[in-house]
């Protein structure tokens, strides 16, 4: 007999943020394992980022969605995070399917963190066991915190008074990686004697790229015929992953000195890596290359493009490009996505992520490790990229099997029994 689950999501498809494929992923595979997923998410009307309706397709047909009432952004944009405008919405919608139905487990995935109190909100009233997933850690001390009054001040000022209140009588708290939660539970040790704990990271989701070839869209920011290396970088920038995006930089002023040739071939696209989602002008990653010398490599996309049209660019180019940042517990997401692409990865990760070793497995491609007090030195990266760029054009990657690496199928089931042992353990009504 099925458990119910009760999937808590400030994004859900069509919306095209990374935060929103988890509760995707999950909802696709927990079925199959003895869970009913019902996902309650935000007004996809009142989000702030293009939706991207090509994910729809990519959803379980019987799956059911709760849209909750959302309060659009005025115009001054004082309120933008989904999760304060869908908070009250979500409440309701979550304590209506605890009163009709019988609801056998809460789970808010965060991002938003502003979601996260609702399981708690909704244990007090109704005794329904909750747990909190950690895709990014909630408590981080970012470039700007210690300036006061700050935006980045009052969100992490808040973030130290909720997630305390959030966590406690939690049966049941994840993540992407240790790392992600290793903060939480030293500043709230009760909670990891009291609830169960696991981790699962996204996984691989070879049936994403089906989709792709299936509907034959064709890359619309190069041209893979022009005889040029065309190497693609997807996603936001991580304040902690500037330093490596510089670092990379460098290296390749360091090629062009030093191989010339290869440089002339070289194209690194970056897409997505705006300050804002939407924003065209948003731009991050040029003025460094300007700095650097190397914008005749680089060019810079910055507000997102559709997750399908993301992946048939990855499909198509020449290599991907993964860069990671300097904190320990960073382990992008993208990297599936990478690997899945079978086009050769050049990667950037810390010595402790756990991407390094999926790669590696996969014979996906190259890493170059780096830690907080070391990065990849320009030679390196000139040496890595001269290999690969050297290399026979559209070579394949030795990707050896999805074996090797976690899919999202994979970690469905670790969720499964992440919430059968909370449920054991005496996380009930």
């Not at 993540?175 to 939660?181: E, K, V």
């Not at 910055?302 to 020449?318: N, Q």
Request: aromatic content about 8%; hydrophobic content about 45%; charged content about 20%.
């Amino acid at each position: 007999m099925s458990r119910r689950l009760v999937l808590v999501s400030s994004h859900f498809p069509p919306s095209n943020l990374v935060g929103a494929q988890r509760a995707r992923l999950w909802s696709r595979h927990l079925p199959e394992f003895g869970w009913e997923p019902i996902v309650v998410t935000g007004d996809p009307t009142y989000y702030l980022e293009r939706p991207d309706p090509d994910l729809l397709r990519l959803l379980d047909p019987d799956l059911e969605v709760v849209h909750a009432a959302t309060l659009p952004v005025n115009a001054l944009r004082v309120v933008g995070d989904v999760g304060i405008r869908a908070f009250w919405g979500a409440y309701r919608a979550v304590a209506q399917l605890v009163r009709e139905r019988a609801v056998d487990f809460v789970l808010v995935t965060i991002p938003s963190n502003y979601l996260a109190p609702l399981g708690r909100l909704v244990h007090r009233r109704f005794g329904v066991p909750f747990g909190i997933d950690y895709q990014d850690p909630w408590v981080a001390h970012v470039p700007g915190v210690d300036r006061r009054f700050s935006r980045a001040w009052a969100s992490y000022t808040l973030a130290k008074i909720l997630e305390p209140w959030s966590v406690r009588d939690a049966a049941l708290i994840t993540g992407m990686a240790p790392g992600y939660l290793s903060g939480m539970l030293e500043r709230n040790p009760d909670v990891g004697r009291q609830a169960v704990v696991a981790t699962m990271p996204m996984g691989s989701a070879p049936e994403d790229f089906e989709l792709v070839r299936a509907l034959g869209r064709p890359p619309f920011l190069f041209d893979p015929t022009d005889g040029c290396f065309h190497m693609v970088y997807g996603g936001a920038l991580l304040p902690a992953g500037i330093v490596v995006l510089d670092a990379f930089l460098t290296g390749l002023r360091a090629l062009q000195v030093s191989a010339p040739s290869i440089a002339r071939r070289l194209r690194v696209h970056f897409v997505g890596t705006g300050a804002s989602p939407d924003d065209p002008n948003g731009y991050r990653v040029l003025p460094r290359a300007e700095a650097a010398g190397v914008t005749d490599m680089v060019d810079e996309h910055p507000h997102r493009i559709g997750y399908v049209d993301m992946l048939a660019h990855l499909e198509r180019c020449s290599a991907v490009l993964v860069l990671g940042s300097t904190e320990q517990h960073y382990t992008p997401s993208k990297v599936f996505q990478a690997i899945l692409s079978k086009r050769p990865v050049f990667a950037m990760l810390h010595a402790e992520s756990t991407a390094i070793g999926m790669i590696e497995r996969s014979g996906a491609g190259q890493v170059l490790s780096l830690t907080e007090r070391g990065l990849p030195q320009p030679a390196t990266i000139v040496a890595a990229l001269t290999a690969m760029v050297s290399a026979p054009p559209y070579v394949r990657s030795t990707f050896k099997s999805p074996l090797c690496f976690p899919s999202a199928r994979d970690s469905a089931h670790d969720l499964a029994e992440a919430l059968n042992r909370a449920i054991a353990r005496g996380g009930r009504r």
